[in-house]
């Protein structure tokens, strides 16, 4: 199960910590992610931290946002800062093991969502 929370509506500029808690799995050996969703799109993926606490985010976001983990507490954490209105989406975490490497930037690999949070930004 994933939990997502943190997320709300703030003015451009702002910041937001967006946590995301693992449980009924083994959190520290999964690759775990972070994508947003508009209304009428797919699922743009934002970062990723892998098994060993690795991290990437995407070019939209790069400098902006930040991804880190903490496997004593199964949470997966977003950290973004400055914040534009096209960043206002529903934000989810994923999981899956992807079989050891944890370089896939689609969606349609990962098995397992949260219920996703919303950012809203003005």
């Known amino acids: 199960q994933l939990v997502e929370s943190g997320g709300g509506s703030v003015q451009a500029g702002g910041s937001l910590r967006l946590s995301c808690e693992g449980s009924?799995?083994?959190?520290?050996?999964?690759?775990m992610a972070w994508f947003r969703q508009v209304p009428g799109k797919g699922r743009e993926w934002i970062g990723t931290?892998?098994?060993?606490?690795?991290?990437s985010v995407g070019d939209s976001v790069k400098g902006r946002f930040t991804v880190s983990r903490d496997n004593a507490k199964n949470t997966l954490i977003l950290q973004a800062n400055g914040l534009k209105p096209e960043d206002a989406a529903m934000y989810y975490c994923?999981?899956?093991?992807?079989?050891?490497?944890?370089?896939?930037?689609?969606?349609?690999?990962?098995?397992?969502w949260g219920q996703g949070t919303q950012v809203t930004v003005s």
């Open positions: 931290s892998d098994t060993e606490g690795m991290t």
């Open positions: 994923a999981a899956d093991d992807l079989s050891g490497y944890c370089g896939s930037m689609s969606s349609d690999d990962y098995r397992y």
């Open positions: 009924g799995y083994p959190f520290s050996r999964y690759c």
